[in-house]
């Protein structure tokens, strides 16, 4: 059964007199548990179908379902409460209050959901377990390097649970080693709290920990590449490359 799903989505954008067309029609289905990026040149539409996917923005036509849930029929009240329940953001420079700690920013969302965070101690013994930051919880962001700044972010947008993680370039800030080790925190919360998880990357590094991977070009779908779970990284990596590679030819 599809977690999420596009149906004939278009976005615009109006400029001044000037229309962009950002998204022209795209059509996709998200299973529960799936582990997809997205790609594409800049200014092909990646952060715009995000943003739609997770209803953060709404279509200019078409539809995005969530669940059972068709976005554009709700209030912006249910929006905003769907949005809540069952999507969670990571971004590429972190977003995290500098005010807080660790520990702080992760229970936030909860906070604002009106829950009491002494109640949630479990969840989030568990979650800094797997974002390998128990030793850094009582640490505010600028005591943090870029990767554990960019962990406390995952653990913050899968502390309600979301039915869905979206990150946009979640690796674009950090170096090659760290952005793999964020790709394979990504990778482990799929596997194992069977996260839907969808990364958008520029990086064919990054995308080769995904199950499948998107191609976007000028707002459409052109391609999708879905390796083996057999296949190991560094050929996946091969395919993706050689994949960007026919596109932009
Ligand atoms: N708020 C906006 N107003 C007008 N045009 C916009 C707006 N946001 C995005 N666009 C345009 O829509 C197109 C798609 O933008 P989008 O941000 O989705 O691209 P992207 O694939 O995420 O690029 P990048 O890799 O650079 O982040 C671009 O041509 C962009 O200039
Ligand atoms: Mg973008």
Do not use: W
């Not at 064919?204 to 391609?223: E, H, M, Q, T």
Request: one cysteine or more; charged letters at 25%.
């Amino acid at each position: 059964m599809s977690i999420l799903k596009a149906s004939k989505l278009r976005k615009e954008y109006q400029l001044g007199e000037h229309v962009v067309e950002a998204l022209k029609g795209i059509n996709f289905e998200v299973k529960q548990g799936e582990f997809i990026a997205i790609m594409g040149p800049s200014g092909s539409g990646k952060s715009t179908l995000l943003h739609l996917l997770g209803g953060l923005d709404s279509p200019s036509d078409g539809e995005v379902t969530l669940g059972d849930a068709h976005l554009s029929q709700l209030t912006e009240y249910q929006a905003t409460l769907a949005r809540r329940h069952n999507v969670g953001f990571v971004f590429q420079f972190f977003n995290l209050l500098p005010t807080l700690t660790a520990e702080e920013n992760i229970l936030l969302p909860l906070i604002i959901d009106g829950k009491n965070p002494n109640e949630y101690e479990e969840r989030l013994n568990h979650l800094l377990d797997l974002v390998g930051l128990h030793d850094r919880r009582s640490h505010k962001p600028d005591q943090l390097s870029g990767g554990e700044q960019q962990r406390v972010a995952i653990a913050r947008a899968l502390v309600t649970e979301p039915a869905i993680l979206l990150a946009d370039e979640p690796t674009g800030n950090l170096d090659t080693r760290t952005g793999t080790s964020i790709m394979e925190l990504l990778q482990r919360s799929c596997r194992e709290l069977s996260q839907t998880v969808i990364v958008v990357t520029h990086d064919p590094r990054a995308a080769s920990y995904a199950a499948r991977v998107i191609f976007l070009r000028d707002g459409n779908i052109v391609k999708e590449f879905k390796p083996s779970s057999k296949t190991p990284l560094n050929e996946r990596m091969s395919g993706i490359m050689s994949t960007m590679q026919a596109l932009e030819s």
